[in-house]
């Protein structure tokens, strides 16, 4: 039970290291897609709310619960609420973890699919809508996306197996400055596009007529699913943070960097979405048809598209360790697992869920369930029903099932941060 935790050695590698979950293909990514499937600015406004008002209270009650537990989201409610069915909360923590890390291992995929392509030079002299058809060639073989995603899902379960401190916090501290200097390159260069005012009205001009109930639901699970909270993995990472750091500190560091990196992506895509003619409600591959026309149009394109997809895959990758890292501490605290069982159950588990996300993409596959194909479910639902719910249990449980004063004791950080809290 009582197996050896390691912390974060500062504030910045804690800040970092959370960041490091909750920046990844959610910013990248999905933001753009789902915004412009919602309408664009309007939806970005809801998004921007719901992560302050909403998702950074979350974060705190996770990280609160984590840190005063030091254990992973089950292990922590069993703790602190013994004798009660709290802890299935965790549960569903992890089966959401498992179903997000199943979808994530795709895109991220995708992603390194386009690294390697990039690498070759294969996008050189194609049109917007080659480089579209062989998006979807490449989804319809099947069998690709399977090979790319297994390539990624290896190299999460490699940085998984060396734990805390060596996989997760020295790796963050180099990519995440990088991939914000390479959006705010992205966005000056979107200065030069001929759609470049068309692109920015569509991210920054709300016409708040488009607001409906879908829209402010959509947002809230982008807000949730961007800020990897809802699930456990923020408790997770509380349990590694050492007791005199201050927690809303890291939280409003982090959501803060979390919403301008989302931004900067929608600055650094709808230009060139508007400037190829491209439909901005394309969806999951809204981002990915994108990308290698504005590498295409600017100077030196071939080592930034190269540059780009690489940092987009690190963002990937520490984000699917993250959602790793909330099993496999789930199964060897609950099971009492070695690390190594943990990691392979875990790994042939994502394995077959996310190959059967892929399959079911290709055209005419019968894998639907509602209406959808496999991936879009779990995309959907893991945004829009799994996080909300958990959320829901765990500010639930923060409020009014945990100790109040240990709850205080966590978010001033025993009177080390916050002396307003205290009183
Ligand atoms: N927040 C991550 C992203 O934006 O890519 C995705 C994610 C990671 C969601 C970890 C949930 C999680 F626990």
Redesign the pocket.
């Known amino acids: 039970m009582h197996s050896p935790r390691g912390s974060f050695t500062s504030r910045f590698g804690a800040t970092v290291a959370v960041g490091g979950?909750?920046?990844?293909?959610?910013?990248?990514?999905?933001?753009p897609y789902v915004a412009g499937e919602n309408g664009g600015a309007a939806f970005i406004v809801v998004y921007i709310l719901m992560s302050f008002l909403v998702a950074v209270p979350i974060m705190l009650s996770e990280l609160s619960i984590g840190r005063e537990a030091r254990r992973s989201l089950h292990g922590a409610m069993a703790r602190l609420s013994p004798g009660r069915p709290w802890k299935f909360t965790g549960t569903l923590g992890v089966v959401?973890?498992l179903v997000?890390?199943s979808f994530?291992c795709v895109v991220a995929g995708w992603a390194l699919n386009f690294l390697g392509r990039s690498v070759v030079d294969d996008f050189a002299g194609r049109s917007i809508g080659e480089i579209t058809g062989g998006l979807r060639a490449f989804i319809d073989s099947g069998w690709k996306p399977v090979l790319w995603m297994s390539v990624f899902l290896g190299l999460t379960a490699g940085i998984v197996w060396f734990g805390v401190e060596k996989g997760i916090e020295r790796f963050n501290k180099i990519l995440m400055p990088l991939l914000v200097l390479m959006l705010v390159g992205l966005g000056v260069n979107s200065l030069f596009m001929e759609g470049f005012r068309e692109g920015m009205a569509f991210v920054l001009k709300p016409d708040f007529s488009k607001i409906d109930g879908a829209v402010v639901f959509q947002a809230l699970g982008q807000a949730?699913?961007?800020?990897?909270?809802?699930?456990?993995?923020?408790t997770v990472y509380g349990s590694y943070v050492k007791r005199d750091e201050s927690l809303p500190r890291i939280a409003g560091t982090v959501a803060i960097s979390?919403v301008c990196i989302a931004i900067l992506s929608g600055i650094a895509i709808f230009p060139a979405v508007f400037t190829f003619d491209i439909n901005p409600t394309s969806g999951p591959e809204l981002v990915f048809m994108t990308l290698p026309g504005i590498f295409q149009q600017m100077p030196g394109g071939y080592w930034v598209s190269i540059a780009f997809f690489s940092i987009l895959f690190m963002?990937?990758i520490t984000?699917?360790v993250?959602?790793m890292e909330?099993i496999v501490a789930w199964l060897m605290e609950e099971f009492r697992m070695s690390r190594r069982r943990a990691l392979a159950m875990a790994t042939g588990t994502v394995f077959a869920l996310g190959t059967l996300c892929a399959v079911s993409q290709v055209e005419g596959s019968r894998l639907r369930v509602l209406g959808m194909d496999i991936f879009d479910l779990f995309d959907k639902t893991?945004s829009t029903v799994l996080?909300p719910l958990g959320a829901l249990l765990i500010v639930v449980f923060a409020g009014w099932v945990m100790d109040g004063a240990m709850l205080r004791g966590q978010l001033t950080s025993m009177g080390h941060s916050s002396k307003r809290l205290n009183s």
Do not use: Q
């Not at 979950?21 to 933001?31: K, M, T, Y």
């Open positions: 979950s909750v920046v990844g293909l959610g910013n990248i990514w999905r933001f959401t973890a997000i890390v994530y949730f699913f961007s800020l990897s909270i809802g699930m456990g993995a923020m979390d963002a990937a984000s699917s993250s959602l909330a893991s996080m």
